[in-house]
């Protein structure tokens, strides 16, 4: 019998960006929910989650349920730790654009540098700002957590809005005011920014 021969060729390379969304049939972009705890972001992204499902669209959820729980566990909320909270979002969210997937980050990163840095690891052309801008006294009714009470009582330090700064979005490629807007209305504009991204 002769040498055996490779039954499977050997690729020097992984598959592309271009042949993961040829295979999809959709472009992968993160869209970067920004706003006060109680604004509106999770709920806004999880309703346009479901839409782009039942247009047949792949989509993924970043936010501190499955972030925090899990791969940032070990951080805490010293600015140290919430800027490598937003670099390790990024750089997922960064894979998962690349995979084609349309990605949806909800988290309050409340500076402009650390949206700024987010946007330059996931590559300004795939980075979509939306700053959900509900007020914070519409926030602090809401208080979904209980934590705007706890802040006031000084339970909870440097929370924004409350006892630490947030910087409203330079240029933002959406504002959403869910206390204006509702759920479809948010759901629609966030849904428009998506499928002109073609």
Not at 67 to 91: C, T
């Amino acid at each position: 019998m002769g040498e055996a021969t490779n039954i499977y060729p050997i690729y020097e390379k992984m598959m592309t960006r271009s042949d993961k969304e040829q295979l999809l049939g959709q472009r992968g972009v993160m869209v970067w929910f920004t706003g006060l705890s109680g604004s509106g972001k999770s709920t806004v992204a999880l309703g346009v989650e479901r839409e782009l499902h039942n247009r047949g669209i792949l989509c993924r959820i970043l936010d501190g349920d499955n972030i925090r729980s899990g791969i940032n566990k070990n951080l805490g909320f010293s600015a140290d730790d919430r800027k490598e909270n937003i670099r390790r979002i990024a750089e997922i969210g960064k894979l998962f654009v690349d995979t084609g997937v349309v990605t949806l980050s909800a988290f309050i990163s409340p500076t402009n540098e650390s949206r700024r840095m987010a946007s330059e690891i996931i590559g300004a052309d795939d980075f979509r700002e939306v700053y959900v801008s509900t007020p914070l006294e519409v926030c602090e009714q809401r208080d979904v957590k209980g934590l705007y009470a706890r802040a006031r009582r000084g339970e909870i330090k440097d929370f924004t809005g409350v006892s630490a700064p947030f910087e409203v979005p330079e240029h933002p490629a959406l504002t959403l005011d869910t206390s204006v807007l509702t759920l479809e209305e948010s759901v629609n504009k966030v849904l428009e920014l998506i499928l002109n991204n073609k």
